[in-house]
Nanobody
Framework: QVQLVESGGGLVQAGGSLSLSCVIS????????QGWYRQAPGKQRELVAT????????YYADFVAGRFTISRDIADNTLRLQMNSLKPEDTAVYYC?????????WGQGTQVTVSS
């Protein structure tokens, strides 16, 4: 059974940093595509950043503007999101996502709150 477990969320002041982690487990599960999404209250879930396992290609939403870095640690099956220069509008629940072929899985989410 595939499981994604996020951690690292919390409360931070504007301009601060947080590092999110997502441990991906599951016998034989080898995702080719992974990403971070977020959902603010009253808004739809939106893509933050993605990474493709095969060639390491990364993609960031425009609002990231060089502030976040997505990475994957193959050794411990962990997806990370380093977030710097956080803004109040970054406040949301952040979700980890992993996909192998047509099967996609979500984590339970971790709350990130940025105070002004």
């Amino acid at each position: 059974q595939v499981q994604l477990v996020e951690s690292g969320g919390g409360l931070v002041q504007a301009g601060g940093s947080l590092s999110l982690s997502c441990v991906i487990s599951g016998s034989g599960f080898s995702p080719g595509f992974q990403g971070w999404y977020r959902q603010a209250p009253g808004k739809q879930r939106e893509l933050v950043a993605t990474i493709t396992t095969g060639n390491g290609a990364v993609y960031y939403a425009d609002f990231v503007a060089g502030r976040f870095t997505i990475s994957r640690d193959i050794a411990d099956n962990t997806l990370r999101l380093q977030m710097n220069s956080l803004k109040p509008e970054d406040t949301a629940v952040y979700y980890c996502y992993a996909q192998a072929l047509t099967n996609g899985y979500w984590g339970q989410g971790t709350q990130v709150t940025v105070s002004s």
